[in-house]
């Protein structure tokens, strides 16, 4: 199957400072990156739909001044969270696509686990 | 929003014996999926049924889909110890702004005793 790599696995901040999380497709064209979010004991809700060369997409709820995401290649999507607080912890993966595999299983990266003190 | 509903939401059982887990959702599908998450670490792919395929085998699963009743079945024979892990189905629906997204399931916590 395809490879996405998805960095860093774990990540501690600050309350207040900023967090960027890598999300890459090693061998295939991702023409759109899916990110999701997981609390603790609860199931994965996406957050924000992104397609290369354009603005993502977000899900009602999420704040886009707070959840950057910039997808500005076909291999690359970065998700930033910014100005982070302890409510902000939680699992955050990935998943990339194109048009061609959106019938096909999902190619997830291994999740970012950020917490925020 | 979430829309897929599985139960039951915890499910303890002993090796040996079978688990099976339930998906209901809401909407029209191109595909279902059915994923692995062990305690805090990511996503593993188990198996993918389309919708126009009723049933499918993999190794020790078999999953169903039956689109008429918006809902599919994880079956997993012989459970073993390490399949300890909580189970989601994801639902794929190829059309209007939705294009590709997966929408996932409560998911099952399913224990299984040595």
Redesign the interface.
């Given at each position: 199957?395809a490879v996405v790599s998805q960095h860093p696995s774990w990540v501690i901040c600050k309350s207040g400072t900023s967090v960027k999380i890598e999300c890459r497709s090693l061998d295939f064209q991702a023409t759109?990156m899916?990110w999701?979010r997981q609390f603790p004991k609860?199931?994965?809700?996406?957050m924000a739909?992104s397609n290369e060369g354009s603005k993502a997409?977000y899900e009602?709820g999420v704040e886009k001044d707070k959840f950057l995401i910039n997808h500005a290649s076909l291999t690359l999507s970065t998700l930033t969270v910014t100005s982070a607080h302890p409510e902000d912890s939680s699992?955050y993966?990935c998943?990339a696509?194109n048009p061609g595999r959106?019938?096909?299983?999902?190619f997830?990266?291994?999740?970012t686990?950020l917490t925020v003190v | 929003s979430q829309q897929g509903e599985e139960d039951p939401q915890a499910l303890s059982i002993q090796e040996g014996e079978n688990a099976t887990m339930n998906c209901s959702y809401k909407t029209s599908i191109n595909n279902l999926q059915w994923y692995r998450q062990n305690s805090g670490r990511g996503l593993v792919h188990l198996i993918l049924i389309r919708s126009n395929e009723r049933e499918k085998h993999s190794g020790r699963l078999r999953v169903t889909l039956d689109t008429s009743k918006k809902s599919s079945s994880l079956l997993i024979t012989a459970s073993r110890a390490a399949d300890t892990a909580s189970y989601f189905c994801a639902t794929v629906y190829l059309g209007g702004t939705s294009y590709g997204k997966l929408t996932f399931g409560q998911g099952t916590i399913l224990t299984v005793h040595p």
């Open positions: 199957g759109t899916f999701y609860q199931s994965l809700m996406l739909t997409t009602q699992f993966i998943s696509g959106m019938n096909t299983e999902a997830f990266g291994q999740g686990r | -």
